[in-house]
């Protein structure tokens, strides 16, 4: 949720408010029980920690909507490190949809490429798990476990084809790379 | 890059069907080298051109231009009798329908392409009754492919590949009509072939096959989008692929199967 919000950031400084729209907007109905509460709270601590600085508009009674909040260096730091993470096993599917989206509308880097580094480590793991699966007698328990493991790894590599084909369509200049 | 050490090379490849406006390149400027001992994977959606790509390496089909060498010769300017003897003693191919002789047993099925080869009688039966041991199947050698199960076929077909000692094996779609028993059935022996030091090139939209591979490229409109290394060099001692990246896998999976926070 923390870089979700900082990397919503990344594009332009933001109203809470509107940082809360974007995020609806990104996850569709998955989004749907976010409140706002939640993005000041995330706001706040974000703060705390010196990973946004907040700027109240001119003249206006100190309401949290009217605060405008913007990424600190500190910040920015952490967004190009939780873009370029390649995270897994952690099957949140939401968190690297939002990476995707914030990556894009920054324009910090390539969602085709989030997706190639995605996809190699998933492959690796795959490839582990299948050995590991080879490796096993037939019938046997642990077999079974890994042929779950596998077919997880393999439903979540063709989640992350359905991303590379929607965000390659999404920018052309993807062709180069 | 070290020619002498690539068993199949490919260089500029393009293929088009069609002609006029409609005209698509399948195979679109592509060069390749697969070295001795790599078990290759090319993965991509259907259409993509890896099929094309396939039969133009293992000398099925000609290319439109570039050039594609098998062992240091190179095989797109051959004759059609010297591509077909190419095709003969260097390469075995694996197809999704296993494309067996119905009215041959098993065993006779293998040995076709050795008698075809130039062998005797007696050696084509000899490395028949070999290879069908080497992929399971010793007890159904007598038996004709109607009463095998597709698994079954499949080894059937993969021994028949291997039965000319071929340079490299390419491989279409090999799990295409298998269940998850009989794929593993068929990546256990593509496991034991890559230790044994064979050179494989597998075409697949199974990501748990092309996961085996030691290196998996990408295709998308006939070009490649993606060459990830996933393990090993491929240098065919067959000692580092399975072994060496059984260190800590389970730590890596551990997440997944709940066992950490």
Redo the contacts between chains.
Sequence with gaps: MQDAVLAMLAKEPSHGYHLHARLRRVLGPLGESMNRGQIYVTLARLERAGLVVCERADGLPERPERKVYALTPAGQQRVAAWLAEVGWPKPDLAEFHLKLAAAAAARLADPVELVAAQRRELLRHLREAQQAALAEPAGSGAGLLLEGVALRLQADLRWLDACERAWSGADDEVEGG | MNVSSAVVRARGLVRTHGRGPGRVRAVDEVDLEVPQGQTLAVMG?SGCGKSTLLHLLGGLERPTGGEVWMDGRRIDTLSERALARMRRRSVGFVFQAFHLVEELTAAENVELPALLAGRSRRQARRRASLLLERVGLADRARHLPSRLSGGQRQRVAVARALVNDPLVVFADEPTGNLD??AT?DV??IF?DLRAAGQTLVIVTHD??V???ADR?ISMRDGMFV?D?R??GTGTGTGTGT?TG??TG?LG??????GLEG
């Design positions: 959606p998850t028993a593993l990546l256990r496991e990501e748990r092309a996961a085996t998996l993606d990830t996933l393990a399975g990246t059984g896998w890596g999976l551990g997440g997944l199967i």
